[in-house]
């Protein structure tokens, strides 16, 4: 195989903050992603995962070409998709899908199920057959575990767990290779969540999709994911195959997260000497100096308040930006 | 001794344009001094509103609660005049809600929504409520609490706020907190902070705690006895240890295998609970978890199964399939 599908080098996205109404004037800036490089190679699962604030959901929106990052590249199938426009921009977006968390606010409650499906299939044309183009509809909702009938209702008349099917079944009907899935689950019941997680691994193998899973649930990532990259106030801290980084995690904060996520399981957690980390997490328009994680880290040394720590490859496929890992 | 909060036989209604929706459908669990009971169950399940209906915050119309009692400390809530009630809210029994933002007044001082409570309940005057407050700001593990107290809820992360929500719960040295998905909204490791805070403050008190929730892994750290709820009822309620290791009803036990746990090897897939959440205006006459049951047969959709022991004392279950 030839290559990563994707290759993100050295993202920066920063947002001015102003201030004033009539003169406005910016005071200030928000790192949301700050120097972050990974790929992701043909038919892959990445996992992006880390708290609210960490750049995750902005990361997947420069690729979706739903910002303009401030500085590096996005390169998709060996394009700077930065370059994009017209034709090839429309081209892009078609092999390029999203599926978003919240399935109340995703779907227009104005318009049937049935037309929320054939929507992407009108705009870019593909399909201007509309008996072939309802066929087509019919057909993803039943990928997707649903009624074929369920095309003439309103999202108001499904459950969470099946607008959460049809925003899915959206973001296939335009064939797409990759799909940014933004937290795709964590809006639903906990006995529905693992419908959906199992409806996504069917779809990966059935169509050969490749997807950025950005969540928080770090379980539900580990299951779904071959590759994991953590982040922390706009940086990939960790970055290791999936059963590497959760077995044997080596950035302090991967370690910080992970203890505090409680297992289901009364034995397990009272046998479990458990200290949570201290702190909150620094605002990104001021961040600390030197490795950002530091006014939290356990292991953190004087050189850690003045030396932003460069990611290194520490075993092969595992790489860590702390430099009191050894 | 009689338990601290005895709930007895609660049924809540809400009438909707759909029809009349039995949020809480005979709900009956109690809770002794000291202890911390979790309430689990999914959207829908009416475990928020069993909570709020014990507060008597339940918004009529469309809400009425239509019969059973609430016994706390040997009085009946629901037969209270509201000035009473109002005494207990805030007073022997704190809340905590889940989005600490949309609980704090936004117009008020962080100082005076804690003063206002030790004002009203404990007749305490400006000073001594200031003084008090900046206390509790310390005991809540706030930095410069002189100076938070002086700023407003937007000025203060989700974390914080919801440090402040449990200093205005603790306020009045209540005997019992009702913490409704308190760290629902909050990342992980704020999280695992605001449930070791809460656990500290309970235990050295010896405040009792409902902690409501849909997050199994908080229960399991947590709790000392579980309730299990689905569509409007309790289905399995028992000690923490008995409902995780020995589950009875068919929906614990399928939910229970449904999560995939960062301690165990990973699965080739995931066991999901089949079907969709029950629609509570639709409900049969039978088990309303049966549409979803591996176990079900058309013996269960004829009436719906009462609470029974099963397995060690104090464990039980709704369910015509659990043996005893």
Do not use: W
């Given at each position: ?38 790929t ?7 996992g ?7 750049g995750?959901?902005?990361t ?11 500085e ?24 390029i ?17 049935g037309e ?14 509309s008996?072939k ?77 490749t997807?950025l ?9 580990r ?48 046998g ?13 328009m ?26 290194r ?14 | 001794m009689p338990?601290l909060l ?26 002794d ?7 689990v ?7 928020s ?16 609660i239509t ?21 207990i ?21 962080i ?26 700001l ?9 100076r ?25 040295d ?18 695992a ?7 500290a ?28 709820m ?5 289905v ?33 897939r ?12 639709r ?6 978890f049966?549409?979803?049951?591996r ?18 004392p104090?464990?039980?279950?709704a ?6």
């Open positions: 195989m030839s290559g990563p599908l994707l290759t993100v080098r050295g993202l920066r996205m920063h947002f001015p903050v102003t201030e004033g109404i009539v003169r406005r004037r910016v005071t200030g800036e928000v790192k949301a992603v700050d120097g972050v490089d990974f992701v190679a043909h038919g892959e699962t990445l992006l995962v880390g708290e609210s604030g960490c995750k959901t902005t997947g929106r420069c690729i979706l070409r739903l910002e303009r990052p401030t590096g590249e996005i390169i998709y199938d060996g394009v700077d998709i930065a370059t994009l426009d017209g034709k090839a921009l429309r081209a892009f977006r078609q092999r899908q999203v599926i978003f968390q919240d399935p109340y606010s995703s779907l227009n409650p104005r318009m049937k199920i929320i499906i054939a929507e992407p299939l009108h705009v870019h044309g593909i399909e201007p057959d008996a183009r309802d066929a087509r509809v019919r057909e993803l909702l039943s990928v997707c575990g649903l009624n074929p009938n369920f095309a003439d209702r309103y999202p108001h008349e499904m459950s969470g767990g099946q607008r959460q099917r049809v925003g899915i079944a959206r973001a296939l009907a335009m064939n797409p290779e990759f799909i940014v899935c933004d937290e795709p689950v964590s809006a639903l019941d906990v006995s529905i969540q693992a419908q959906v997680v199992n409806l996504l691994e069917d779809l990966r193998e059935k169509f050969g999709l997807y899973f950005i969540a928080h649930d770090l379980s539900v990532v299951h779904l994911c071959q590759r994991v990259a953590v982040m922390y106030l706009g940086r990939i801290v960790e970055m290791a195959d999936s059963d590497a980084l959760f077995d044997a995690p080596l950035h302090p904060y991967t370690r910080a997260l992970l203890a505090a996520v409680p297992v289901p399981d009364p034995t397990v957690e009272q479990r000497d458990f200290q949570p980390v201290k702190g909150e997490v620094p605002s990104p001021n961040p600390p100096s030197g490795c950002v994680f530091h006014p939290r880290c356990p292991m953190a040394v004087e050189r850690c308040t003045r030396v932003r720590p460069e990611p490859e520490i075993r092969p496929g595992h790489i860590v930006a702390c430099d009191e890992v050894r | 338990p005895e709930i007895k036989d609660l049924h809540t209604e809400f009438r909707t344009g759909a029809g009349i929706v039995r949020a809480v459908d005979g709900v009956s669990y109690s809770v001094a000291g202890e911390t009971v979790a309430v169950g999914e959207s829908g399940s009416g475990k509103v069993t909570a709020l209906s014990v507060l008597r915050l339940i918004p009529n119309p469309p809400g009425e019969a059973g009692a609430v016994i706390f400390a040997g009085r009946d809530l629901l037969t209270l005049s509201e000035p009473e009630m109002r005494e809210r805030g007073g022997s029994i704190g809340m905590v809600f889940q989005e600490p933002m949309t609980s704090l007044n936004p117009v008020l001082t100082g005076r929504q804690i003063t206002e409570t030790l004002e009203q309940h404990r007749g305490l005057n400006r000073v001594e409520a200031a003084k008090r407050a900046e206390d509790l310390n005991q809540v593990g706030i930095a410069e609490p002189a938070r107290l002086k700023q407003y809820p937007h000025q203060l992360s989700g974390g914080m706020r919801q440090r402040v929500m449990i200093a205005i719960a603790l306020a009045c209540p005997k019992l907190i009702i913490a409704d998905e308190p760290t629902t909204a909050l990342d992980v490791t704020i999280q902070q605001i449930l070791e805070l809460m656990k403050l309970t235990r050295d008190r010896g405040i009792a705690l409902i902690i409501i929730t849909h997050n199994l892994g908080v229960v399991a750290r947590y709790a000392d006895r579980v309730n299990v689905y569509a409007g009822r309790i399995e309620s028992g000690p923490a240890a008995e409902i995780y290791h020995d589950p009875r009803h068919p929906y614990t036990v399928a939910l229970l295998r449904s999560v995939p746990r960062l301690d165990r090897p990973r699965q080739a995931l066991d999901p609970v089949e079907g969709q959440p029950p629609d509570l205006t409900l049969g006459e039978g088990c309303a049966l549409p979803r049951c176990l079900g047969d058309e013996s269960c959709g004829l009436a719906r199964p009462p609470l029974n022991p099963v397995g060690n104090g464990h039980s279950a369910c015509f399939k659990a043996a005893a």
